[in-house]
């Protein structure tokens, strides 16, 4: 067993945990986004970041951090507040989120995200990319200007449902997700349609055809029901 | 009377549904008149923008040369100056043509030869994107929501006036 610290409380973790496995065992809730139980953590998005105070308060992500003995967690602070902020900030402002007709809305993680850390307001430039939208699909559409790239239908896809069908194209900015290297939905012969990537996406990106605004209600624990019942393998 | 506080409406490219929401104050809007002097809105008669404003609420997309021209001199003539839904925050709706060219969107609108918006004429020319508020000037507070709801329009304005600062919490900014 390890001892550490999370905001001042001193709580017991097995080798091995992450930060943010444990500070949800003891009930302290830490915002999160690319996580998502069931899938392998990636610690892309950074809105789980904490900081370590007896290491210059560094700033690590929750979600792939594993606990230390003696680590001095700070979860929630002015300073967290703001940086977890910004970076949502810049997810609204990189592609075109219109919350008042997207079929999420009401029920999206980000939107939530926006609302939990006090965003009223984004404080730079919006980009308005030019993104397309993929209704290829009989049952499921995406829609890139929603998307977060938080990667979460790719893992899904790969470790869950063992398709491979998702997958990244482009770099930095110009990441995308991506169907059988690039070819519209609808034709890819590796996808099941199962519908998991829909689940696991936190935002309208993905969604089920023929959904109104605000109509597309998620179930992501799904991907951790299904994981739940097989030997862990990653 | 002069202790009441001046409160101006502005509404541009959006669909009228923040003023349409703050007209859903109902019978609060009774209240709304003993803390208050509407002095320049849509919905009263003076066509100037007046001095003196104490609060600017704007509600709409600033998309045209036009609306700019009044999102500047309501700034000057404002001590508080209020984004009133999200179309004045994020440009929502509005914002949608933003990925295009400005003259490709009014070609494919209104087809070849003259077309009003392309300059100042007749209708103000069309800016090259639709931007919220804060693009072009300071925006002192928002109240996000498409549209917010009456509670919150009322919540803002109360807490506003009464505490001198408006506490809008939790569930009270969520956009859309």
Request: glycine letters at 10%.
């Given at each position: 067993?390890?001892?550490?610290?999370?905001?001042?409380?001193?709580?017991?973790?097995?080798?091995?945990?992450?930060?943010?496995?444990?500070?949800?065992?003891?009930?302290?809730?830490?915002?999160?986004?690319?996580y998502l139980e069931g899938l392998s953590p990636k610690g892309t998005c950074r809105v789980c970041m904490v900081e370590i105070a007896n290491r210059n308060g560094k700033l690590v992500p929750a979600c792939v951090t594993p606990v230390e003995e003696g680590l001095?967690?700070?979860?929630?602070?002015?300073?967290?507040?703001?940086?977890?902020?910004?970076?949502?900030e810049m997810l609204f402002l990189e592609r075109n989120h219109i919350c008042a007709f997207c079929v999420s809305n009401g029920h999206c993680e980000l939107q939530d995200l926006a609302v939990e850390l006090g965003m009223d307001h984004v404080t730079f430039p919006y980009r308005y990319p030019g993104l397309a939208m993929d209704l290829s699909h009989d049952d499921f559409g995406l829609d890139h200007n929603r998307c977060v790239v938080c990667g979460r239908c790719v893992r899904a896809c790969s470790e869950v449902e063992g398709a491979f069908t998702w997958g990244f194209t482009g770099r930095g900015i110009d990441t995308a997700v991506a169907t059988d290297l690039g070819i519209p939905w609808g034709l890819s012969e590796?996808?099941?349609?199962?519908?998991?990537?829909v689940q696991a996406c936190p935002t309208g990106a993905l969604f089920e055809r023929g959904m109104a605004t605000a109509a597309q209600v998620k179930s992501p624990e799904i991907i951790r029901e299904v994981t739940e019942r097989r030997p862990r393998v990653f | 009377m002069s202790s009441k506080v001046r409160v101006a409406t502005m509404w541009f490219?959006?669909?009228?549904?923040?003023?349409?929401?703050?007209?859903d104050l109902d019978e609060r809007l009774i209240e709304f008149a003993e803390l208050a002097?509407?002095?320049?809105?849509?919905?009263?008669?003076?066509?100037?923008i007046p001095d003196g404003i104490d609060v600017a609420l704007i509600e709409g997309t600033v998309n045209t040369t036009e609306q700019l021209a009044q999102l500047r001199e309501i700034r000057e003539k404002a001590r508080?100056?209020?984004?009133?839904?999200?179309?004045?925050?994020?440009?929502?709706?509005?914002?949608?043509?933003?990925?295009?060219?400005?003259?490709?969107?009014?070609?494919?609108?209104?087809?070849?030869?003259?077309?009003?918006?392309?300059?100042d004429g007749a209708v103000p020319a069309l800016l090259p994107r639709a931007l919220p508020l804060q693009a072009y000037v300071r925006v002192?507070?928002?109240?996000?929501?498409?549209?917010?709801?009456?509670?919150r329009i009322w919540k803002f304005i109360v807490t506003l006036i009464k505490e001198g600062k408006p506490r809008l919490e939790g569930e009270e900014i969520r956009f859309g």
């Open positions: 067993m390890i001892t550490l610290k999370l905001d001042g409380r001193e709580v017991r973790a097995k080798k091995g945990q992450t930060i943010l496995e444990v500070a949800t065992e003891n009930g302290i809730r830490i915002p999160t986004l690319c001095e967690v700070i979860t929630r602070s002015e300073r967290l507040t703001r940086l977890r902020r910004t970076i949502v590796t996808c099941t349609s199962c519908g998991k990537c | 490219s959006g669909c009228s549904g923040c003023h349409m929401s703050f007209l002097e509407l002095v320049y809105s849509p919905i009263v008669d003076p066509k100037e508080i100056v209020v984004a009133f839904g999200d179309c004045a925050i994020t440009g929502n709706v509005p914002s949608m043509r933003n990925p295009r060219p400005r003259d490709e969107v009014l070609r494919t609108v209104y087809g070849g030869g003259e077309i009003p918006g392309l300059e002192d507070h928002y109240i996000p929501g498409c549209p917010p709801d009456a509670d």
